[in-house]
């Protein structure tokens, strides 16, 4: 069992920048495909970035997230953080941190069915 921890949410007005952090252990956080996910409220959950290992070291994005958020791993955090930039209203969510313990690629890494571990999640909101 794998358990992950998010962190970094909170309030910040129109324009500014968060940064979250995924904290975990184990081989699957290690070597498997780690996600962030959001639902806003009376929505479903949506992909927003992953950062895969394998077949090939890549980081993928939704379009949202494009030039705003970067995800990266911190080693020596043992974190997978998520720096996200230029915030609008429409990024208010619960972000949550989940983990595929396997691999994947491209538009397969947005499946949320396919991650295995899933943290409780941080509030993030943006006011306007």
């Known amino acids: 069992q794998v358990q992950s921890v998010e962190s970094g949410g909170g309030l910040v007005q129109t324009g500014g920048s968060l940064r979250l952090s995924c904290a975990a252990s184990?081989?699957?956080?290690?070597?498997?495909?780690v996600g962030w996910f959001r639902q806003a409220p009376g929505k479903e959950r949506e992909f927003v970035a992953a950062?895969?290992?394998?077949?090939?070291?890549?980081?993928y994005y939704a379009e949202t997230a494009k030039g705003r958020f970067t995800i990266s791993r911190e080693n020596a955090k043992n974190t997978v953080d998520l720096q996200m930039n230029n915030l609008e209203p429409e990024d208010t969510a619960v972000y949550y941190c989940a983990i595929l313990d396997g691999a994947c690629s491209g538009y397969g890494c947005r499946d949320r069915r396919l991650y295995n571990y899933w943290g409780q999640g941080t509030q993030v909101t943006v006011s306007s």
């Open positions: 950062l895969s290992r394998r077949p090939v070291n890549a980081a």
């Open positions: 184990g081989r699957a956080f290690e070597s498997g495909v």
